[in-house]
């Protein structure tokens, strides 16, 4: 069946919605998620800046951070108003910022109040809204495979069909938030030993995939794969990813083609007063590894903070990739 699904993760300061237009040129299947944002930020912030998006992004989804189960079920409400297709629970993020409000990684310790936030927010969402849990494997000294999925089970019980598992634990204390994402070892069998057992449950699989090759080998034993550092640092990459998964027969788009279908958006961006940068940062590892690349790099990370700073200047910067 054509389950098998392509994702973008929510990272925090990349995923913004320049970001989101760009991934989606690149892989016109995947499924785009949003930075986290707090469900008392959705509730009481600004929601144009927190929540807006471009009709081109869809499908995407809204993660959400927090544990109240009423906040979150407003918050979901709110999302799915602003017409997000998903709203995804985030139990894996291990700052220690995360910790103090109690939501993120340190979720994984109480499968109860996961459930019960789980249930509030697909009672609050539109039936075409999925509610999704993105998780880890455990936290601290949680190294029993059944202990995770009780997890799931506690949680797939309060209504939950379709879980992202970073397939590695967090450390809450010692560990800042980058080393959790590589230091505690990634155990893809465990992710494999959950679809087998809970086949009923769609489950992706996230952490460490970063090459086509990688993603196939994947991909027999889960439902859909979640790319993250590797689609941001390489986005070229999420472009392979996307046609080969999705058999496309339609030759691969050049890196230079892709940047230049971005023009008309870019185009509307400056014209609103938003400066070129917030673009052209999401797009200084398109070449990378390519003749060229390290000076594209260059001429838009100098160049593009400049005022005034336009089209002309991304046009200069795909012209160092063709002189080499
Ligand atoms: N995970 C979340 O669930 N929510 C976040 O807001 C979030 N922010 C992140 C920010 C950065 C800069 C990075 C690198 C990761 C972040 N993550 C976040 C974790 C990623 O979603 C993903 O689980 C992790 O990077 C492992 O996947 P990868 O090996 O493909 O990068």
Partial sequence: PATHGLSVAPMMDWTDRHCRVFHRLLAPHARLYTEMVHAQAVIHGDRERLLGFDPVEHPVALQLGGSDPGHLAQATRIGADWGYDEVNLNVGCPSDRVQAGRFGACLMKEPALVADAVAAMIAAAPAHVPVTVKCRLGVDEMEDYEVFRAFVDGVAAAGCTHFVVHARKAWLQGLSPKENREIPPLRYDWVYRLK?????????INGGLATLEQVQAV?????????GRAAYHEPYRLHLMDRALFASTLPPRTRAQLLESMRPYVEDCLSRGIALKHQ?????GLF??????????????????????????VERALEATRTG
């Fill in 219 to 227: 991909m027999p034993e889960v439902d859909g794969v979640m790319i």
């Fill in 288 to 313: 990378h590894g390519q003749p060229g690349g390290r000076l594209f790099r260059q001429v838009l990370s100098e160049g593009a903070p400049r005022a005034g700073a336009g089209w002309s200047l």
């Fill in 196 to 204: 087998r057992e809970r086949a009923d449950l769609r489950i992706e």
């Fill in 280 to 284: 052209s940062r999401h797009w200084l």
